[in-house]
Nanobody, 117 residues
């Protein structure tokens, strides 16, 4: 099994910045992708960003140019640096890890980000 522990969510004013962290432990995989999703009340879970163990990254359209995902392979921690935050970024942010070969996915419990206007 894989355990994912997120941290860093809090209340921040619009225009501000925030950094989320997610530490993974447990099983390891030859190729894995770690990323972030978010879910606002009454809305579906939305893809935010992902980074592959091979180094590539990808972003959801709503966060491109504002959010940056990075990874510390030694500690197996993924970071989401968020800038120019908007009230519509308010959501519960979930960390995910997926085994690229088998497709198995694991989720953290989420960290709340609230952006006030």
């Amino acid at each position: 099994q894989v355990q994912l522990v997120e941290s860093g969510g809090r209340l921040v004013q619009a225009g501000g910045s925030l950094r989320l962290s997610c530490a993974a432990s447990g099983r390891t995989f030859n190729r894995e992708v770690m990323g972030w999703f978010r879910q606002a009340p009454g809305k579906e879970r939305e893809f935010v960003a992902a980074i592959f163990s091979t180094g590539g990254s990808t972003y959801g359209d709503s966060v491109k140019g504002r959010f940056t995902i990075s990874r510390d392979a030694v500690t197996r921690t993924v970071f989401l640096q968020m800038a120019s935050l908007k009230p519509e970024d308010t959501a519960l942010y979930y960390c995910s890890l997926r085994d690229v070969q088998r497709g198995d996915a694991f989720w953290g419990q989420g960290t709340q980000v609230t952006v006030s206007s």
